[in-house]
């Protein structure tokens, strides 16, 4: 079993950034895809990004305002956001999987899933 334990999260202004760190434990290997996923208020989870093998994948709403990256040796990956807007206020998921993290939003079962971790960016 894999635990993912985010951190990061909190309260800020429109236009700021924050940082989200996610690491990993357990039976990870290192040949896991990591990445992120937010569900906002009323809202179904939603993709954001992620790293498989090298390959990055942003949502069309993200891009040019976050950035993923890995440390491996520390089993951890990170969120940069900036330039945050409300609309992106949500509950922020870390996730690792074997196969492509996106699948992961048709079936989370195809992974492991951390506690979520909350963004709020105010007007």
């Known amino acids: 079993q894999v635990q993912l334990v985010e951190s990061g999260g909190g309260l800020v202004q429109a236009g700021g950034s924050l940082r989200l760190s996610c690491a990993a434990s357990?039976?990870?290997?290192?040949?896991?895809?990591m990445g992120w996923f937010r569900r906002a208020p009323g809202k179904e989870r939603e993709f954001v990004a992620a790293?498989?093998?090298?390959?990055?994948d942003y949502a069309d709403s993200v891009k040019g305002r976050f950035t993923i990256s890995r440390d491996s040796a520390k089993n951890t990956v990170y969120l940069q956001m900036n330039s945050l807007k409300p609309e992106d206020t949500a509950v922020y998921y870390c996730?690792?999987?074997?196969?492509?993290?996106?699948?992961?939003?048709?079936?989370?079962?195809?992974?492991?899933w951390g506690q979520g971790t909350q963004v709020t960016v105010s007007p």
């Open positions: 996730a690792a999987s074997g196969g492509l993290i996106r699948y992961m939003l048709r079936d989370p079962r195809l992974g492991s």
């Open positions: 357990g039976r990870f290997l290192s040949s896991y895809g």
């Open positions: 790293m498989n093998r090298g390959d990055i």
